[in-house]
């Protein structure tokens, strides 16, 4: 860590780069820290009607216009994935693989978290179950894990990171394995992972459809991490965090914007709350400085 920011955004989507440009404009020193493909859904979407200003525009595009926008702005992004938030008191811990940033207000814009939690994670969780190979691998040095990748590419890379130090991966692609070809210590699983087994609070099985695949690790890769696990003592409801209207968590310093916060999913929703979380913690910095 080589210093700490004012803020950090978490998450390149609308409500991250519209939160990015009022922290810009009031000179406050931050990081956004996204994924590789800023906002998946956005991407996808083939027509984009109820956006003031853009009738008829898809979705890349407009995603595209988004990051000229910022990057007129000198605002760059980082492409890095936080797997964990830490509240210290007066500031922040975001940790992305092996590295940490601090920062004294923070920013959640991670987008909406669709995927359930297989049956046992919430039960296993630090006790086996891990959502970041490259902090947790090493702890599985030549046992048998397996990896559940939502993603296309990023879960990918860490089965990769987790072949080189294991000495069994199963690995279970939900998107599909594409033209990938299995690593020597790899197996592919065919069959849909179901939940988990243990005893004496130690992950011991992968339980698939029809099968049990015995593992000490297990390793699940999402697009986005679930807000309760990914700052912990983070109120939610629904699976949403719960704002107000200046959209303030319930951690002092903490401040979420966009789908995270739950429905309406509406872009222009998104890109609103996201200049209000940014005025919002540029008066939470303020105010500690009187």
């Not at 440009?21 to 406050?28: A, P, V």
């Not at 998946?40 to 890349?60: H, M, Q, S, V």
């Not at 990769?160 to 020597?184: A, C, N």
Request: glycine share 8%.
């Amino acid at each position: 860590m080589e210093k700490r920011f004012d803020a950090l955004i978490i998450g390149c989507g609308p409500a991250g780069l519209s939160a990015a440009l009022n922290l810009q404009i009031r000179k406050k020193s931050f990081l956004i820290l996204g994924s590789k493909v800023c906002s998946p859904w956005l991407e996808k979407a083939e027509r984009i009607d109820n956006y003031l200003g853009f009738p008829g525009i898809n979705g890349t595009a407009l995603r595209d216009l988004f990051l000229d926008h910022v990057k007129k702005m000198d605002i760059s992004i980082q492409s890095e994935k936080v797997s964990s938030i830490y509240h210290l008191g007066d500031f922040f811990v975001a940790k992305s693989g092996t590295k940490e940033y601090e920062s004294k207000a923070i920013i959640i814009a991670t987008g909406v978290h669709i995927e359930k939690p297989l049956e046992g994670e919430n039960d296993y969780l630090g006790r086996g179950v891990s959502y970041c190979a490259t902090c947790d691998g090493p702890l599985y040095r030549d046992k048998k894990v397996a990896l559940v990748d939502f993603t296309e590419e990023e879960g990918w890379e860490e089965a990769t990171f987790l072949s080189e130090i294991v000495d069994k991966i199963f690995y279970y692609p939900v998107k599909g394995m594409k033209t990938r070809t299995p690593l020597s210590n790899m197996e592919v699983l065919q069959e849909k992972p179901l939940a988990l087994e243990g005893k004496d609070d130690k992950l011991q099985a992968l339980v698939l459809e029809n099968s049990t695949v015995p593992v000490e690790g297990l390793f699940i890769i999402r697009e986005t991490q679930r807000a309760d696990v990914l700052l912990p003592g983070l109120e939610t409801k629904q699976g949403a965090i719960v704002v107000d209207e200046n959209m303030a968590t319930n951690v002092p310093g903490a401040f979420a914007a966009g789908d995270c916060t739950g429905k309406p999913y509406q872009l222009a929703k998104a890109v609103g709350q996201g200049g209000i979380a940014s005025l919002s913690a540029v008066s939470f910095l303020d105010s500690r400085r009187a």
